[in-house]
């Protein structure tokens, strides 16, 4: 290896299902730095097939890739229930890990993969990939920068459109998705929210979920309030009926109003509205702002597994599961649910 070159660092994937096709195994395989090492999926034939196409040397089963002692990180896109068993696994073998959200099912969970990431001594990233795109850190930037005063209340709304032929299999069956429309789209999007915001601790929360003759929700309405009352508004749902998906989010602040997508800041100025929206990176060749944040994600993922830089545990993760299993306790119950320190 000559001088200014990296080496190549070995990494596997676990779970060949639709981000590993359009995300994780397109930009890894064409990476000098990257050698994909293997694959492995419940579903043999599809993860052969996903090997050839991606110029994968190996298909394993599951216990193979992990107790394999030649590969330093994997990707885990496997069924949310499988996360967390799957990434404590990983680390206890010796290897840094990529978890596709959700980290676990449970705050407990999400703090068990911290303690075995602590003991092991690797590091683990989440499968965050807003945080990673340009629009979402130059938002971010501006709320901590004050651009708009003391954030107020935040907004999400992550709708999907309903479609003819819903998808089946283990995201309709609670006890493998840990639930609908929550934990399938408000998990993103309220990190989404609270990661622009910086976190902030969140007090209570009420919450209403529905959903016909349906082993989980469909759709899920969320009010929660921080320690320091700002409000967190949530609208998921996999039924908008509409010709397109509406994803949004909006800050409101003492000063100021910031939304995405498009990225859009406003601000008073000496009595004026003015418009303060920042110029940020235009991602290459055409690739989506999504696209792009996954590649962010994964240079920082190969960074870490080469040893280039430190993972930050995402320990926030913890308090984002005590949030959602909150709101999932209201809607149970009726009531407002106050998140205990």
């Given at each position: 290896?000559?001088?200014?070159?990296?080496?190549?660092?070995?990494?596997?994937v676990?779970?060949?299902?639709?981000?590993?096709?359009?995300?994780?195994?397109?930009?890894?395989?064409?990476?000098?730095?990257?050698?994909?090492?293997?694959?492995?999926?419940?579903?043999?034939?599809?993860?052969?097939?996903?090997?050839?196409?991606?110029?994968v040397?190996?298909?394993?089963?599951?216990?193979?890739?992990?107790?394999?002692?030649?590969?330093?990180?994997?990707?885990?896109?496997?069924?949310s229930?499988?996360?967390?068993?799957?990434?404590?696994?990983?680390?206890?073998?010796?290897?840094?890990?990529?978890?596709?959200?959700p980290?676990?099912?449970?705050?407990?969970?999400?703090?068990?993969?911290?303690?075995?990431?602590?003991?092991?001594?690797?590091?683990?990233?989440?499968?965050?990939?807003?945080?990673?795109?340009?629009?979402?850190r130059?938002?971010?930037?501006?709320?901590?920068?004050?651009?708009?005063?003391?954030?107020?209340?935040?907004?999400?709304?992550?709708?999907?459109?309903?479609?003819?032929r819903?998808?089946?299999?283990?995201?309709?069956?609670?006890?493998?998705?840990?639930?609908?429309?929550?934990?399938?789209?408000?998990?993103?999007?309220?990190?989404?929210a609270?990661?622009?915001?910086?976190?902030?601790?969140?007090?209570?929360?009420?919450?209403?979920?529905?959903g016909?003759?349906?082993?989980?929700?469909?759709?899920?309405?969320?009010?929660?309030?921080?320690?320091?009352?700002?409000?967190?508004?949530?609208?998921?749902?996999?039924?908008l009926h509409?010709?397109?998906?509406?994803?949004?989010?909006?800050?409101?602040?003492?000063?100021?109003?910031?939304?995405l997508?498009?990225?859009?800041?406003?601000?008073?100025?000496?009595?004026?509205?003015v418009?303060?929206?920042?110029?940020?990176?235009?991602?290459r060749?055409?690739?989506?702002?999504?696209?792009?944040?996954?590649?962010?994600?994964l240079?920082?993922?190969?960074?870490?597994?080469?040893?280039?830089?430190?993972?930050?545990?995402?320990?926030?993760q913890?308090?984002?599961?005590?949030?959602?299993?909150?709101?999932?306790?209201?809607?149970?119950?009726?009531?407002?649910?106050g998140?205990?320190?």
């Amino acid at each position: 290896m000559t001088a200014g070159e990296r080496r190549r660092v070995r990494i596997g994937v676990i779970g060949t299902g639709a981000t590993s096709q359009l995300m994780h195994l397109p930009i890894l395989s064409e990476r000098p730095d990257v050698d994909l090492a293997a694959v492995s999926d419940l579903d043999d034939m599809k993860a052969r097939d996903v090997a050839r196409r991606f110029g994968v040397a190996r298909v394993l089963d599951d216990d193979a890739l992990v107790a394999d002692e030649g590969i330093e990180g994997v990707v885990i896109c496997a069924p949310s229930f499988l996360h967390e068993g799957f990434a404590s696994d990983c680390l206890r073998a010796g290897k840094h890990v990529l978890v596709e959200r959700p980290l676990a099912l449970s705050a407990g969970g999400a703090r068990w993969v911290m303690e075995a990431a602590a003991e092991a001594g690797r590091g683990v990233l989440l499968g965050m990939a807003h945080r990673y795109q340009p629009d979402v850190r130059a938002f971010r930037a501006a709320v901590a920068g004050g651009v708009l005063g003391r954030p107020s209340s935040a907004r999400v709304t992550w709708l999907n459109r309903a479609v003819r032929r819903p998808r089946g299999g283990w995201r309709r069956r609670a006890l493998e998705s840990g639930g609908g429309a929550l934990m399938d789209l408000g998990v993103p999007a309220l990190d989404l929210a609270l990661w622009v915001m910086g976190y902030p601790e969140v007090e209570r929360v009420s919450a209403t979920t529905l959903g016909e003759d349906a082993d989980v929700e469909e759709e899920a309405h969320v009010h929660a309030v921080t320690r320091d009352c700002a409000t967190l508004s949530l609208a998921a749902s996999w039924r908008l009926h509409a010709p397109a998906d509406r994803h949004r989010l909006e800050v409101f602040g003492s000063e100021g109003l910031a939304s995405l997508s498009p990225l859009s800041i406003f601000r008073e100025e000496s009595g004026r509205t003015v418009d303060v929206t920042p110029r940020y990176p235009t991602p290459r060749g055409g690739e989506t702002l999504f696209a792009n944040g996954y590649r962010r994600l994964l240079d920082r993922f190969v960074a870490v597994v080469a040893g280039r830089t430190p993972a930050e545990p995402p320990a926030e993760q913890t308090a984002l599961m005590r949030l959602v299993e909150a709101a999932y306790e209201s809607a149970r119950e009726g009531r407002e649910v106050g998140l205990r320190s």
